[in-house]
């Protein structure tokens, strides 16, 4: 398990403006799944189990997931709707722990996503380095 944000923090996900906060990480977890031109099962359940954090899924997030898995956003696109570094370095991680980083087209666009939202290398390897250790073998 992993610890809940402090409360009223920009980290809070439920925080400012929660509907554009999860959209935007569910949108970019499938960014990175199809960066390789194909999203596998894992990859799937990745995006899916978001889905079904937020209240499950209807006709409408259906309709999004298909709209998103047939014209995935790059990374500069998801970029320009951060709002802040704190989204910024949540963006990296979700996009970071939906896939495991196994072609060269998928570090590509982990690589374009931490220039395209300024993250320092220090702080990228730590969330490179997280996201390694809680992934399953």
């Known amino acids: 398990?992993?610890?809940a944000p402090p409360k009223n923090s920009a980290f809070d996900p439920h925080g400012s403006d929660a509907?554009?906060?999860?959209?935007?990480m569910i949108r970019g977890m499938i960014a990175a799944a199809a960066a390789d031109g194909k999203i596998d099962d894992k990859e799937k359940q990745a995006v899916?189990?978001?889905?079904?954090?937020?209240?499950?899924?209807n006709q409408e997030a259906v309709?999004?997931?298909?709209?998103?898995?047939?014209?995935?956003a790059d990374a500069a696109t998801l970029a320009?709707?951060?709002?802040?570094?704190?989204?910024?370095?949540?963006?990296?991680?979700?996009c970071r722990l939906a896939i495991?980083?196994?072609?060269?087209?998928?570090r590509r666009f982990?690589?374009?996503?931490?220039?395209?939202?300024?993250?320092?290398?220090?702080?990228v390897k730590q969330i490179e380095a997280g996201a390694t250790s809680v992934r399953p073998a």
């Open 1 to 3: 398990p992993v610890a």
């Open 19 to 24: 509907k554009q906060n999860a959209t935007l």
């Open 48 to 57: 899916l189990g978001q889905f079904q954090s937020l209240g499950g899924i």
């Open 63 to 72: 309709d999004f997931l298909n709209q998103e898995i047939s014209n995935p």
């Open 80 to 94: 320009a709707e951060v709002q802040g570094p704190e989204q910024a370095t949540a963006l990296y991680t979700a």
């Open 100 to 106: 495991d980083v196994d072609s060269k087209l998928e």
């Open 110 to 123: 982990m690589e374009d996503l931490a220039e395209a939202l300024g993250l320092d290398e220090a702080l």
